[in-house]
């Protein structure tokens, strides 16, 4: 009896292996890229319609732009375009309609792919001022910002629904959110009706939930920083809580128990919007055991009562400091590379090759318009930065920050310009509007920008890898699955397999030098390289937490030598808001090289046996099979 249990457990666990070999829904090749850039450099490749306050990868080709309520010269049902669908295989933008005023509004992506945008400005007439009514009537017909949502389309039938039943309890103005681990979204701080800066009595020192938990939570922390804690940096930990950064101070949120605990201070500067420093979750990897670390580059180092419109901010020199914190391991930050000039209103992009990309922003002054006497037109901000620059987390202290084969931009992209990377690698670029309204000829020297522009790495050119057998979605912990390499994806030389990498990158949402839910996870992996130069990497699904990246859409790159394949949109998780299944990981076979068969005939490295049974060998079967089968270990 226990010999013929033994049997149909070995056959089930066998079952479970052929499974993490044959996956039920996997991805086609991908292509090369349908254009040529200019490695290092900037292309201006057509216009937004409106300008891109905020913007999003939708799919893979389509990106989504969302702007203030303002007098935009292209029209739609009656009134300016505030929105718009932009084609990155044919850059033509169409105008969609946008009915609230999503001016400094929020957004992030839900578990099932839907996208939201929350918060924003009142209702509003010609330059920004408040309009008589707030309920809709000239000369915009816009509503007081609350919720808009959107499921992106590739075939231009798409639209923001803007439901009443959907608004907040409360007003948020700069709003911040986060996806969770259920692929629900947490709303955290903001303010009531605006302003340069947060105070006391137009505070929103809560944060609430989409779907609703009920009524909103109040937070000590948003309490005691202000002024400038709107926008507040936030990511999902692996740990399951929430690490915020604002203003000066630092803490974890325990969201599940409505628990706060301070970490250290945030050293040098300020981060936060106004500071709008640029800010990232530096990749998650294997070698890193998933743990989080966020870089913070460039900012200001204001005080709290430096935060006022009564001296000339547009001159002040912005930080060139650089630290990062790993708050699962530490409360204290460490101080990096700095940057080689001082840095405000400056995005930061993950690459696929593991690079942080920053890019826009000024070296003097902060995010913010007014009618000041010293503002430059209105913008609080002056002397464009024009020249990106990459962040290498992984070269020498001293060394990480490089220009090298870089070129500058010819577009100043000042205070509301974003940044978001492209399926292909690029990086696409645009807005800067530091006014209250349409300023297109009117000789400001920051005037509102349309132009929409890619930037494209110097790997871009590179012959692009083209594997098979990419899942399109993907569990948390689960069978592992097959990914082949030709000898051309390899550059020639299968020895290449033992670089390349799979990488899961969510874009996230760009606003106000912020890409909220931008996230970089790479997959454990093994390889078995084959003797005509080809191979096999054995891969591992998202690690069993998610936490680590939440449910929802995001991108899949391989990556040999640092150069990516063209990222394909798969689904993390169930596809749904609800709380994700968890399965065990199955153990990875063995890296393995082609070795010389007369020295060891039909063993376990030998040429063509590749896949998870040729290098697993009997005790990493019972291994797998004890994981798989409690009570395996004692059948025997």
Same mark, same amino acid.
């Given at each position: 009896?226990?010999?013929?249990?033994?049997?149909?457990?070995?056959?089930? +666990?066998?079952?479970?292996?052929?499974?993490?070999?044959?996956?039920?829904?996997?991805?086609?090749?991908?292509?090369?890229?349908?254009?040529?850039?200019?490695?290092?450099?900037?292309?201006?490749?057509?216009?937004?319609?409106?300008?891109?306050?905020?913007?999003?990868?939708?799919?893979?080709?389509?990106?989504?732009?969302?702007?203030?309520?303002?007098?935009?010269?292209?029209?739609?049902?009656?009134?300016?375009?505030?929105?718009?669908?932009?084609?990155?295989?044919?850059?033509?933008?169409?105008?969609?309609?946008?009915?609230?005023?999503?001016?400094?509004?929020?957004?992030?992506?839900?578990?099932?792919?839907?996208?939201?945008?929350?918060? !924003?400005?009142?209702?509003?007439?010609?330059?920004?001022?408040? +309009?008589?009514?707030?309920?809709?009537?000239?000369?915009?017909?816009?509503?007081?910002?609350?919720?808009?949502?959107?499921?992106?389309?590739?075939?231009?039938?798409?639209?923001?629904?803007?439901?009443?039943?959907?608004?907040?309890?409360?007003?948020?103005?700069?709003?911040?959110? %986060?996806?969770?681990?259920?692929?629900?979204?947490?709303?955290?701080?903001?303010?009531?009706?605006?302003?340069?800066?947060?105070?006391?009595?137009?505070?929103?020192?809560?944060? %609430?939930?989409?779907?609703?938990?009920?009524?909103?939570?109040?937070?000590?922390?948003?309490?005691?920083?202000?002024? &400038?804690?709107? $926008?507040?940096?936030?990511?999902?930990? @692996?740990?399951?809580?929430?690490?915020?950064?604002?203003?000066? +101070?630092?803490?974890?949120?325990?969201?599940?128990?409505?628990?706060?605990?301070?970490?250290?201070?945030?050293?040098?500067?300020?981060?936060?919007?106004?500071?709008?420093?640029?800010?990232? #979750?530096?990749?998650?990897?294997?070698?890193?055991?998933?743990?989080?670390?966020?870089?913070?580059?460039?900012?200001?180092?204001?005080?709290?009562?430096?935060?006022?419109?009564?001296?000339?901010?547009?001159?002040?020199?912005?930080?060139?400091?650089?630290?990062?914190?790993?708050?699962?391991?530490?409360?204290? $930050?460490?101080?990096?590379?700095?940057?080689?000039? !001082?840095?405000?209103?400056?995005?930061?992009?993950?690459?696929?090759?593991?690079?942080?990309?920053?890019?826009?922003?000024?070296?003097? !002054?902060?995010?913010?318009?007014?009618?000041?006497?010293?503002?430059?037109?209105?913008?609080?901000?002056?002397?464009?930065?024009?020249?990106?620059?990459?962040?290498?987390?992984? &070269?020498?202290?001293?060394?990480?920050?490089?220009?090298?084969?870089?070129?500058?931009?010819?577009?100043?992209?000042?205070?509301?310009?974003?940044?978001?990377?492209?399926?292909?690698?690029?990086?696409?670029?645009?807005?800067?509007?530091?006014?209250?309204?349409?300023?297109?000829?009117?000789?400001?020297? $920051?005037?509102?920008?349309?132009?929409?522009?890619?930037?494209?790495?110097?790997?871009?050119?590179?012959?692009? @890898?083209?594997?098979?057998?990419?899942?399109?979605?993907?569990?948390?912990?689960? @069978?592992?699955?097959?990914?082949?390499?030709?000898?051309?994806?390899?550059?020639?030389?299968?020895?290449? +397999?033992?670089?390349?990498?799979?990488?899961?990158?969510?874009?996230?949402?760009?606003?106000?030098?912020?890409?909220?839910?931008?996230?970089?996870?790479?997959?454990?992996?093994?390889?078995?390289?084959?003797?005509?130069?080809?191979?096999?990497?054995?891969?591992?699904? #998202?690690?069993?937490?998610?936490?680590?990246?939440?449910?929802?859409?995001?991108?899949?790159?391989?990556?040999?030598?640092?150069?990516?394949?063209?990222?394909?949109?798969?689904?993390?998780?169930?596809?749904?808001?609800?709380?994700?299944?968890?399965?065990?990981?199955?153990?990875?076979?063995?890296?393995?090289?082609?070795?010389?068969?007369?020295?060891?005939? !039909?063993?376990?490295?030998?040429?063509?046996?590749?896949?998870?049974?040729?290098?697993?060998?009997?005790?990493?079967?019972?291994?797998?099979?004890?994981?798989?089968?409690?009570? $395996?270990?004692?059948?025997?």
């Amino acid at each position: 009896m226990a010999s013929s249990r033994r049997q149909l457990i070995v056959a089930a +666990a066998l079952a479970v292996v052929a499974c993490a070999q044959t996956p039920a829904s996997t991805l086609p090749a991908p292509g090369q890229p349908t254009i040529t850039g200019i490695p290092g450099g900037f292309e201006i490749r057509g216009m937004s319609l409106a300008s891109a306050q905020q913007m999003f990868v939708g799919t893979a080709k389509t990106v989504y732009i969302v702007d203030k309520t303002e007098n935009n010269p292209t029209q739609i049902n009656g009134h300016p375009v505030w929105a718009s669908e932009y084609h990155t295989d044919t850059d033509q933008a169409r105008g969609m309609e946008i009915v609230t005023n999503s001016f400094c509004a929020g957004g992030n992506v839900l578990g099932n792919g839907t996208w939201l945008n929350v918060g !924003g400005n009142q209702a509003t007439t010609y330059g920004g001022l408040t +309009a008589d009514s707030q309920t809709g009537g000239p000369p915009y017909n816009d509503a007081d910002g609350g919720k808009s949502l959107l499921d992106p389309c590739d075939d231009q039938t798409c639209n923001w629904v803007d439901n009443p039943a959907n608004d907040l309890t409360t007003r948020r103005w700069y709003p911040t959110l %986060e996806t969770l681990e259920d692929g629900s979204v947490i709303m955290i701080g903001g303010n009531q009706f605006g302003g340069f800066v947060n105070s006391a009595g137009n505070s929103n020192p809560t944060y %609430e939930y989409f779907p609703s938990r009920g009524a909103p939570v109040a937070s000590p922390l948003l309490d005691r920083t202000l002024p &400038a804690n709107l $926008y507040p940096h936030t990511f999902l930990l @692996p740990s399951g809580n929430l690490f915020i950064q604002l203003n000066w +101070a630092t803490a974890i949120l325990d969201y599940k128990n409505n628990q706060e605990y301070a970490l250290d201070n945030i050293p040098d500067a300020v981060r936060t919007y106004p500071a709008s420093a640029g800010v990232a #979750m530096l990749p998650l990897t294997p070698s890193n055991n998933w743990t989080a670390t966020m870089l913070f580059c460039g900012g200001t180092n204001l005080e709290p009562d430096q935060w006022v419109e009564t001296w000339n901010l547009a001159a002040y020199p912005a930080s060139s400091s650089c630290v990062k914190i790993t708050p699962d391991l530490s409360g204290s $930050y460490t101080e990096e590379d700095p940057l080689p000039e !001082g840095r405000a209103i400056t995005s930061a992009i993950l690459l696929p090759n593991g690079k942080v990309f920053l890019v826009n922003g000024a070296n003097t !002054g902060c995010s913010g318009y007014g009618n000041q006497t010293w503002s430059i037109g209105q913008s609080y901000a002056d002397h464009p930065l024009m020249t990106p620059i990459i962040y290498d987390p992984s &070269a020498p202290t001293g060394s990480k920050w490089s220009r090298n084969g870089l070129s500058a931009s010819t577009v100043p992209r000042m205070y509301h310009s974003t940044a978001v990377l492209l399926s292909d690698g690029s990086v696409l670029i645009s807005g800067s509007n530091p006014n209250a309204d349409y300023t297109v000829g009117q000789g400001v020297t $920051y005037p509102t920008e349309y132009r929409v522009e890619r930037f494209y790495p110097p790997y871009y050119n590179e012959r692009r @890898p083209q594997p098979q057998g990419l899942l399109a979605q993907y569990s948390y912990g689960g @069978p592992y699955f097959n990914v082949t390499l030709s000898k051309d994806d390899l550059f020639g030389n299968g020895a290449n +397999a033992q670089n390349a990498t799979v990488v899961i990158i969510r874009p996230g949402f760009s606003t106000h030098a912020m890409n909220m839910g931008q996230r970089f996870v790479q997959l454990d992996s093994t390889y078995t390289v084959n003797t005509d130069g080809s191979a096999v990497l054995h891969v591992s699904q #998202m690690p069993p937490n998610p936490a680590i990246l939440a449910p929802g859409p995001a991108y899949v790159y391989v990556v040999v030598n640092g150069v990516p394949s063209i990222g394909q949109q798969i689904m993390v998780g169930s596809g749904k808001i609800e709380k994700q299944q968890m399965l065990p990981p199955i153990p990875l076979p063995s890296s393995s090289m082609p070795q010389d068969t007369s020295a060891n005939p !039909g063993g376990s490295n030998s040429p063509g046996k590749s896949g998870a049974m040729s290098s697993l060998g009997m005790p990493r079967l019972s291994l797998l099979l004890s994981l798989v089968i409690p009570g $395996y270990l004692l059948l025997r």
